[in-house]
Every structure is written in structure tokens, then in C-alpha cells.
Nanobody, 123 residues
Framework: QVQLVESGGGLVQAGGSLRLSCAASGLTFSRYTMGWFRQAPGKERQFVAGISISGGHTPYADSVKGRFTISRDNAKNTVYLQMNSLKSEDTAVYYC????????????????WGQGTQVTVSS
């Protein structure tokens, strides 16, 4: 069973940066595509960024493209989300997710989810 634990969330000023980490348990991490999603209070969970097993394909939501960067370190069983030029609209709980079949931007396509980490951007 793959388990995901997010960390690195917090409060940051608009224009600032945060780096989220997602640590995966299990020996099969390198066989999963990974994604970051976020959910604001009262809103649906939305796709933020995804990364293929090798890191060669990294789709982003239009709202974060050019500001966020997803990466992974298979040797450390960890996926990252570097968030720069943060806006108040980025405030949400951020979730890490894994898909064992293929890279997807859809919430329903992911198999395993972390507990989430809060990101709050003030202005």
C-alpha cells in the first residue's frame, strides 16, 4: 500500500514562495505518476500539477503555469511543488496524489491521496 504525507505548507505573503513536499511510503513509488491538487473551503478539489514517472511530462493548471514547478526524486520517494509568486487565490489545502496507471489531470483518476497541507497567502 502506498501512503502519502504532505509537508511544507504555511503562511506566506503575496509574491512569496513555498516548497511543498510529499513523501511516499512503499517500494513502488517509481512506478507511479504523481499529482498535486488543491481545495479551497467550499470549493471542488482541483488539479494543480502532475508529473510522469521519469519527470518528462509535467502538465500544469493554467492558473499556476509559469509560477509553480513540480519535480520528483524517485530515490527519495518524494515529489515536490515549488510555488513562486504566490497569490491570495492560491490559498487552499494542497494534496499529493498517486496514479499507478497513467498521468492524469482528473481527481477521479488517482488511486492514493495524502492528508493535505494548508497553504495561506496573505496580501
Amino acid at each position: 500500500q502506498v501512503q502519502l504525507v504532505e509537508s511544507g505548507g504555511g503562511l506566506v505573503q503575496a509574491g512569496g514562495s513555498l516548497r511543498l513536499s510529499c513523501a511516499a511510503s512503499g517500494l513502488t513509488f517509481s512506478r507511479y505518476t504523481m499529482g498535486w491538487f488543491r481545495q479551497a473551503p467550499g470549493k471542488e478539489r482541483q488539479f494543480v500539477a502532475g508529473i510522469s514517472i521519469s519527470g518528462g511530462h509535467t502538465p500544469y493548471a493554467d492558473s499556476v503555469k509559469g509560477r509553480f514547478t513540480i519535480s520528483r526524486d524517485n530515490a527519495k520517494n518524494t515529489v515536490y511543488l515549488q510555488m513562486n509568486s504566490l497569490k491570495s487565490e492560491d490559498t487552499a489545502v494542497y494534496y499529493c496524489a498517486a496514479n499507478r496507471l497513467y498521468l492524469s489531470t482528473s481527481v477521479n483518476e488517482y488511486d492514493v491521496w495524502g492528508q493535505g497541507t494548508q497553504v495561506t497567502v496573505s496580501s
